[in-house]
Nanobody, 124 residues
Framework: QVQLVESGGGLVQAGGSLRLSCAAS????????MGWFRQAPEKEREFVAA????????YYANSVKGRFTISRDNAKNTLYLQMNSLKPEDTAVYYC?????????????????WGQGTQVTVSS
């Protein structure tokens, strides 16, 4: 079992920045690939970014590429999402998730554990 707790969400103006954190506890954090997903009101949850267990490989949705950066600190059991140049369309609840298997990182159904989410609101 892995417990995930997100933090760092809030209200920010368009063009601003936020840094999300996801603290993990339970089983060995470094055994899991990690991902960030988001869900806007009345929309499906969508992939944002993911990172391999070692941090050596990262993946991004086209909508956030060049603006968001995913990283991890396995010594601190923490996942991060640095979000710059935020846009109103980035408004959503952001979730971190952990994936044990080698299945593709883009599909939320492949993830084993989820956090409770943190709200990000970007005003225009």
């Amino acid at each position: 079992q892995v417990q995930l707790v997100e933090s760092g969400g809030g209200l920010v103006q368009a063009g601003g920045s936020l840094r999300l954190s996801c603290a993990a506890s339970g089983r060995t954090f470094s055994n899991y690939a990690m991902g960030w997903f988001r869900q806007a009101p009345e929309k499906e949850r969508e992939f944002v970014a993911a990172i391999s267990w070692s941090g050596g490989s990262t993946y991004y949705a086209n909508s956030v590429k060049g603006r968001f950066t995913i990283s991890r600190d396995n010594a601190k059991n923490t996942l991060y999402l640095q979000m710059n140049s935020l846009k109103p369309e980035d408004t959503a609840v952001y979730y971190c998730a952990a994936k044990r298997s080698s299945s593709t990182i883009y599909y939320l159904t492949n993830y084993d554990y989820w956090g409770q989410g943190t709200q990000v609101t970007v005003s225009s």
